[in-house]
Structures are given as C-alpha cells and as structure tokens.
C-alpha cells in the first residue's frame, strides 16, 4: 500500500492513483500469522460423484466440517473462518468449493477428510488423528495433570503431619519425664 505522502505525490503530479495503488499491491506480501501467505498452496481434492448424487449433509453439517479442515495458505486457522474473516486468501475459497463439490456428490464427512488427506497429508486436519504415536498427545496432558494431583495431595499430607508433630511436640508437658515424652510422640505419630 502507498503510504499518505506516496498517494498525495501521486495525486497532484497527474500520475493515475490507480496506477500508483495497483503497483503497491502487486508489490505487497500478504502476512499471516504464522508468515507469508502461500497463495499457490492450493491443490484440487476432487473425486467424482457417487451414483446416488444426493448432498450428503446440511449447510450447518459442512461448515462444522470445514472448521476441520485447516487452510493451507499458511495461517493457522481453518477453512471456514478463513473463508469468512481473511479476504486476501486465495486458497480457502478453492477449498470450500471443494468441500461443496465433494458434498453436492453424496460423499459423507469421514470420506471428505480423508480425500483431503490423500492430497495434503495429515497436516491438512486441525488436530491430529487419534491413532498410533497421535495418542501420546492426547494422553499426556491427562497423565501428567493426574501424576501432579498425586504428588501434590502427597506432599501436603506430609507437611500436615510434620506441622502436627512439630505442634505436638510444642504442647508436650515440659515437667514429663524422658519416657512420657516419648511415648506422647508415639501416640500422636500413630493418629496422623
């Protein structure tokens, strides 16, 4: 984009501001997120139509479909979003009418992902399948959070028995002999 001084210049030598703003976006980069913007990205995911040829799902059943399936124009986000909040991409609006066709051809939700699959790999999901190595990663954050359960409630168990003993000791008689020390600690170990 021309910045203010650019466009004023442009305006008042006569030079079209047309010309001027069609060279600046010829020349600006489209940045994402997660970088430049890969507008060539796009490969078709076609198959041809099942014999029955009915639509396979409701408007509300493929957008929910789409926000499966991530852009690959090198943002973060899926196509459905991408589609409606990102109107410099190029590569979601070819996705979606992939999806469209893909519907429009009786093929159901699971054969759609996996069309898309086949072309871009599993990268093209928005999260990864549940199977193999992929569940280590849907375990751990569970396992971990339970492990540190456990060993918090452990260690604050310990540290409530240490404070009673240390309390207990506190209260025990001073004019008790060594023996009724002991034994009162004895007792009051075998409580907690």
């Known amino acids: 984009m021309p910045s203010r001084r650019e466009f004023l210049v442009a305006l008042t030598s006569g030079i079209g501001v047309t010309s001027v703003s069609a060279a600046a976006v010829r020349a600006q980069v489209t940045q994402t997120?997660?970088?430049?913007?890969?507008?060539?990205?796009?490969?078709?995911?076609?198959?041809?139509?099942?014999?029955?040829?009915?639509?396979?799902?409701?408007?509300a059943e493929r957008d929910e479909l789409e926000h499966q399936i991530k852009c690959q124009c090198g943002c973060v986000l899926d196509v459905y979003t991408c589609r409606t909040t990102d109107f410099s991409c190029s590569v979601?609006?070819?996705?979606?009418?992939?999806?469209?066709?893909?519907?429009?051809?009786?093929?159901?939700?699971?054969?759609i992902l996996r069309a898309f699959q086949d072309v871009y790999g599993e990268r093209v999901l928005m999260s990864p399948v549940k199977a193999g190595f992929n569940w280590l990663g849907y375990l751990t954050p569970?396992?971990?959070?339970?492990?540190?359960?456990?060993?918090?409630?452990?260690?604050?168990?310990?540290?409530?028995?240490?404070?009673?003993?240390?309390?207990?000791?506190?209260?025990?008689?001073?004019?008790?002999?060594?023996?009724?020390?002991?034994?009162?600690e004895a007792a009051l170990r075998n409580d907690s």
């Open 33 to 59: 997120f997660a970088g430049p913007m890969q507008q060539d990205a796009y490969q078709p995911v076609k198959l041809a139509a099942k014999p029955s040829g009915a639509a396979s799902m409701s408007v």
């Open 92 to 111: 979601s609006p070819r996705m979606h009418s992939d999806v469209l066709s893909l519907v429009s051809g009786g093929y159901s939700s699971t054969e």
């Open 142 to 184: 569970s396992v971990v959070i339970a492990v540190g359960a456990i060993v918090l409630y452990t260690l604050i168990r310990r540290w409530g028995a240490r404070a009673a003993l240390k309390h207990a000791a506190v209260t025990v008689p001073s004019d008790a002999t060594p023996a009724e020390q002991a034994a009162i």
